[in-house]
């Protein structure tokens, strides 16, 4: 995962394991209409404005009540993409990156949660707690893929 820092920020993240192909993988994640169906957090996406690729945006509106605006910032099928989202002073980024493998792809996911001045500890708990629910999430995401792979 690439990207940069600021002090006391840190990118977290992981691999899951895909057992379908990286198009398959890469198509399903990015697709903002198939979100709500493998992250836990998010009751549904509205407002979607532009077509997937880069510079798509639609706000995410989370099972707490929070509806961050959300912008794919990098598009590269089937190997990385990215998205920002932002609600108040609170910033989150999410980097996909899509490797092929025998039995499918793996998808390392790195993300960071941050804002300013007192915030910024809080982004880096708010990261570091989320690291296994992004993780169940993908695998989720995973099990869906495999179905809708050809066999």
Known sequence: MSGSQQ??????????????????AFDYLVDPAHRAQWQSSLARVEDVVGEVGPGQRWVDVTRPGLRPAMQTTTYERPLRWAE???????RATLELAFTPTATGCDVAYGF??????????????????SVLPVRADLRRAARICEGLAPR
């Open 112 to 129: 960071r949660i941050s804002g300013p001045g007192p915030l910024r500890p809080l982004g880096l708990l708010l990261s570091l707690g």
């Open 84 to 90: 920002v989202g932002t609600w108040r002073a609170v």
């Open 7 to 24: 002090a006391g920020e840190r990118t977290v993240g992981g691999t899951v394991a895909f057992g379908c192909s990286p198009e398959v």
